[in-house]
C-alpha cells in the first residue's frame, strides 16, 4: 500500500451556473494536479449548486448537468480521481457523486439518506441510493463514499464501508451555516470514524446561496476519532492531507482480529485503479494522533460576522447587483447592516441614505454622519418632510392622520424613496430589521421591510448589540453614542422601543422560548416570566407571520430561522 494524498475542492459554486461551476471545477483540478494529488473530493451536487429545489423538475436542467459531467470526465486523465457531485437520471433522479479516472466513471454512488427537514426538501426531489455500498481501491487502498446526511446515520454509508474494509471514506457535503453547527459536524464524524476504524475526509461546500450561507470547514478525522486537519471557514480552499493508511489497519486488527466485523457479501471485487504518476510527498502529512481543539457551539460574535459578510456578498454578487442602498437612521440595526455591507462589498458599494422626519433627533443625524465617515462611504440625505406633509393633506379628509396611521405613512414614504433610488441605480436595498422585531411584528410592511436583503433578519436584539460590539474591537466603525442610547423608532416624539416592547433582553428569552424552542406559554410562564406578558408577545407571534411572508430573505443563522425553517400559517385559528 502506498501513502495517498487526498484532497477536498471546498468551492464556492452558483445554483444553475453549470458552466461557471464546471470552470471552477477545472481550475481546481489543475491545482490539484500541481501539488501531486491522488483523489480529489468535491461537495455534494457541485455541478448544480446547492440546493438547486424546482430546477430538478426541469428535463433541460437535468440534461445540463449531465452534459457538465461528460466535461469533467474529459479532463481527468489517469494521473487523478476526481470525485464530483451531480444529478443521475434513471427511473427517477439521484443525488450522486461520480468516480472518475482515465476519461471514464468507473463508479457512481447515489445518497442512501434524504434529509426532509428544516431547510432540506430532498425526498421532494430524490429517490433513495438502494444499490449496494461498493469499495475503490486506489494503490492498494480501499476507500469508502458517502454523501452528507448518509454519514450522520450510525448504520450508515460509513459502517457499511467499514464493514467492507474501507481504510477511508469520503463524504461529500452541502451543510448550510448554523450556530455552532461545526463543533456538532466534527463531534458526530469522530464518533463515526471511531466506531467505524476508518479516517474520514469530511468536504463541505462554501459560499451563500439565497438564504443559506455554506461555511466550508472541511476536516479529516483518523480512525481514532480525532480531527487531525481542518480547512479555513467562509473561504475557499484546496485541502490536502496525506493519508498514510497504517493506522487504520491497526485499529481494524487490533479491534476485531479475527476479521469477524467484516462482511463476506461484498458487492464484487473492489474497483482498483492505479495511478501511475510519480507520488509527490509536498502535502501535509496528518499527524495521526494530534487532536485539534473543538470549534466553539455556541453564539460567537466573530463566527457571526463571517457567515453574514459572505452572505451579504454572494447574495449581491450572484443577483448582478452592482451595490447597495442602505438607510440608515442613526439607530444600531441600520449601523450594523451599513458596516457589515461595506465589510462584505467594499464602501464604493454602499450608499447610506439618510430620510429625517420632524421627529428625527439632531443627534441621530450627527450619528449617521459620523458612521458614514467611520466606513467611508457616501452618505445622501433626503429629508421627508415636505412629502410627510403633502400625503398628509391628501388624507386627512378621509382619515386621521394620527398614531399609527402617521407613523406608518412615515416609514412607507422611506421605504417609496428608497425603492425609487433602487430602481434609478440598480442598487439593492437591504433592510434592517433584526428577529426580534421581525418576530412580534415591530415593523412597517412596505416600509422599512421594503427591500431585497435582509441581512440581520436572524439575529435577536440582544445578539445585535453583541455583533456590533466586536465589529468594533479593532477599529471603532460604529459610533459609540449608538451603542449607548436607548433604541427608538423616532415615530412620534420622546417615541422609545420600549414603550412598546419588553426590554430586549427579556423579550428575546421569551421569544427563544416560543419560536427556537416551539414552547408553549405555559411552559415559559413556568420559567418565571410574567404571564399577561408572555401571551401577549405569544399572540404578536402568531398575528405577524403574514408580514414574515412579505418580508425579503435574509442570511439563515440559527436553525429556526423565519422561512423555510419555521413554515407556519397565517390564517390560524386558537387551537
Known amino acids: 500500500m502506498s501513502p495517498l494524498k487526498l484532497a477536498c475542492a471546498q468551492v464556492n459554486v452558483t445554483v444553475g451556473a453549470i458552466d461557471r461551476n464546471v470552470a471552477r471545477c477545472s481550475s481546481a483540478i489543475a491545482d490539484a494536479r500541481a501539488l501531486g494529488v491522488d483523489i480529489l473530493l468535491f461537495p455534494e451536487l457541485t455541478l448544480t449548486g446547492y440546493p438547486p429545489e424546482d430546477l430538478l423538475l426541469q428535463p433541460q436542467f437535468i440534461e445540463n448537468n449531465l452534459s457538465a459531467l461528460r466535461e469533467i470526465v474529459a479532463m481527468v486523465g489517469d494521473d487523478i480521481v476526481v470525485v464530483v457531485g451531480f444529478v443521475r437520471r434513471a427511473q427517477d433522479l439521484h443525488n450522486s457523486v461520480a468516480i472518475i479516472f482515465d476519461h471514464k466513471v468507473h463508479m457512481v454512488y447515489d445518497k442512501q439518506v434524504l434529509p426532509n427537514y428544516t431547510v432540506f426538501d430532498e425526498v421532494r426531489y430524490f429517490r433513495s441510493g438502494s444499490e449496494p455500498s461498493r469499495l475503490l481501491e486506489v494503490n492498494g487502498v480501499l476507500v469508502g463514499f458517502a454523501i452528507c446526511e448518509d454519514a450522520w446515520s450510525p448504520q450508515g454509508a460509513i459502517a457499511q464501508a467499514s464493514a467492507m474494509g474501507a481504510e477511508v471514506v469520503l463524504v461529500a457535503n452541502a451543510s448550510p451555516y448554523e450556530m455552532g453547527r461545526q463543533a456538532a459536524r466534527e463531534q458526530l464524524m469522530e464518533v463515526r470514524a471511531s466506531d467505524a476504524s476508518v479516517s474520514i475526509l469530511y468536504c463541505n461546500l462554501i459560499g451563500g446561496q439565497d438564504e443559506l450561507v455554506f461555511d466550508g470547514g472541511?476536516?479529516?478525522?483518523?480512525?481514532?476519532?480525532?480531527?487531525?486537519?481542518?480547512?479555513?471557514?467562509?473561504?475557499?480552499?484546496?485541502f490536502v492531507v496525506d493519508f498514510l493508511g497504517e493506522e487504520a489497519q491497526y485499529r481494524k486488527r487490533l479491534l476485531d482480529p479475527r476479521g469477524g466485523l467484516r462482511v463476506s457479501n461484498v458487492p464484487g471485487v473492489p474497483i482498483a485503479l492505479s495511478i501511475t504518476k510519480a507520488s509527490n510527498t509536498s502535502g501535509v502529512t496528518v499527524p495521526p494522533h494530534r487532536c485539534l481543539e473543538p470549534p466553539v457551539r455556541t453564539f460567537d460574535p466573530e463566527e457571526v460576522i463571517e457567515a453574514l459578510v459572505l452572505g451579504t456578498r454572494d447574495y449581491v454578487a450572484k443577483n448582478r447587483a452592482p451595490g447597495v442602498l442602505v438607510a440608515v437612521s442613526g439607530g444600531i440595526d441600520s449601523a450594523l447592516v451599513a458596516a457589515l455591507a461595506v465589510a462584505a462589498l467594499g464602501p464604493t458599494a454602499v450608499q447610506l441614505v439618510a430620510l429625517p422626519s420632524r421627529y428625527s433627533s439632531p443627534e441621530s443625524l450627527t450619528d449617521a454622519k459620523e458612521l458614514a465617515q467611520n466606513l467611508d462611504a457616501e452618505l445622501i440625505t433626503l429629508p421627508i418632510e415636505d412629502t410627510h406633509v403633502a400625503l398628509t393633506r391628501t388624507l386627512e379628509a378621509t382619515v386621521a392622520v394620527k398614531g399609527l396611521v402617521d407613523e406608518n405613512l412615515q416609514s412607507r414614504i422611506r421605504g417609496v424613496i428608497m425603492m425609487a433610488l433602487s430602481n434609478a441605480s440598480g442598487r439593492?436595498?437591504?433592510?434592517?430589521?433584526?428577529?426580534?422585531?421581525?418576530?412580534?411584528?415591530?415593523?412597517?410592511?412596505?416600509?422599512?421591510?421594503a427591500g431585497g436583503f435582509a441581512v440581520i433578519k436572524d439575529l435577536y436584539k440582544t445578539q445585535v448589540y453583541a455583533v456590533a460590539k466586536r465589529l468594533n474591537r479593532d477599529r471603532i466603525l460604529i459610533p459609540a453614542s449608538i451603542l449607548t442610547k436607548p433604541p427608538s423608532a423616532e415615530l412620534r416624539p420622546d417615541q422609545l422601543d420600549t414603550d412598546s416592547l419588553p426590554d430586549y433582553p427579556v423579550l428575546d428569552a421569551v421569544l427563544r422560548a416560543l419560536v427556537d424552542q416551539d414552547q408553549s406559554v405555559a411552559r415559559v410562564v413556568a420559567q418565571g416570566f410574567e404571564a399577561a406578558m408572555v401571551v401577549r408577545i405569544d399572540g404578536l407571534v402568531r398575528r405577524n407571520e403574514y408580514k414574515r411572508r412579505q418580508s425579503p430573505l435574509g442570511v439563515r443563522l440559527?436553525?429556526?430561522?423565519?422561512?423555510?425553517?419555521?413554515?407556519?400559517?397565517?390564517?390560524?385559528?386558537g387551537w
Open 218 to 238: 472541511s476536516f479529516f478525522v483518523n480512525s481514532s476519532g480525532c480531527v487531525t486537519a481542518r480547512a479555513p471557514r467562509f473561504t475557499e480552499e484546496l
Open 428 to 449: 439593492l436595498v437591504l433592510t434592517t430589521g433584526n428577529k426580534s422585531e421581525l418576530a412580534v411584528g415591530y415593523s412597517t410592511l412596505y416600509g422599512d421591510t
Open 558 to 573: 440559527s436553525s429556526k430561522a423565519f422561512g423555510k425553517d419555521r413554515r407556519m400559517p397565517i390564517s390560524l385559528g
